[in-house]
């Protein structure tokens, strides 16, 4: 009897989860009730109405062909030729003009020369000099030194 309800209680259990997972499903699947419903569009108000139509093109009407009563000569009139007033051409003084720029070079710039090497002699008077500096830690003519930010306007 007691096997009985535990499979009773699984059997329950199983398709109330059966239940709960697949019935959202079935949910998306069902269509719309209000889709077979009748489309209703609002009407227009009168002063748009107007409006369109007032826009619309009028209808064109097709005249109706009406056959030609003259004939088309046969030959055609020869082309002559007409002489034509051309203008003449003007004479133009040439000024003399100086150049605008220097026209540039077609050859590549040349490297400018490097700077020789310091001597050995020089490289040790430098340090020397360095190091004959006095050495100074503190400064004493302002405050000390923050890292805070100076551009705050406030």
């Given at each position: 009897?007691?096997?009985?309800?535990?499979?009773?209680?699984?059997?329950?259990?199983?398709?109330?989860?059966?239940?709960?997972?697949?019935?959202?499903?079935?949910?998306?699947?069902?269509?719309?009730?209000?889709?077979?419903?009748?489309?209703?569009?609002?009407?227009?108000?009168?002063?748009?109405?107007?409006?369109?139509?007032?826009?619309?093109?009028?209808?064109?009407?097709?005249?109706?062909?009406?056959?030609?009563?003259?004939?088309?000569?046969?030959?055609?009139?020869?082309?002559?030729?007409?002489?034509?007033?051309?203008?003449?051409?003007?004479?133009?003084?040439?000024?003399?003009?100086?150049?605008?720029?220097?026209?540039?070079?077609?050859?590549?710039?040349?490297?400018?020369?490097?700077?020789?090497?310091?001597?050995?002699?020089?490289?040790?008077?430098?340090?020397?000099?360095?190091?004959?500096?006095?050495?100074?830690?503190?400064?004493?003519?302002s405050g000390p030194v923050t890292t805070a930010r100076t551009d705050f306007p406030y």
């Amino acid at each position: 009897m007691n096997l009985v309800r535990l499979l009773f209680g699984y059997a329950l259990a199983s398709a109330g989860l059966s239940v709960a997972l697949f019935s959202p499903v079935f949910w998306l699947l069902t269509p719309d009730p209000t889709l077979g419903l009748e489309s209703w569009v609002a009407p227009l108000p009168p002063r748009i109405a107007e409006s369109i139509e007032r826009k619309r093109a009028p209808q064109v009407v097709q005249p109706e062909r009406v056959a030609s009563t003259t004939q088309a000569p046969d030959v055609l009139p020869e082309m002559n030729e007409a002489p034509a007033a051309l203008p003449e051409k003007q004479m133009s003084v040439a000024l003399p003009v100086e150049p605008v720029a220097k026209k540039r070079a077609l050859h590549a710039r040349q490297p400018a020369p490097r700077k020789p090497r310091p001597t050995v002699e020089r490289n040790a008077r430098e340090l020397a000099r360095w190091q004959a500096r006095p050495v100074t830690t503190a400064r004493t003519d302002s405050g000390p030194v923050t890292t805070a930010r100076t551009d705050f306007p406030y």
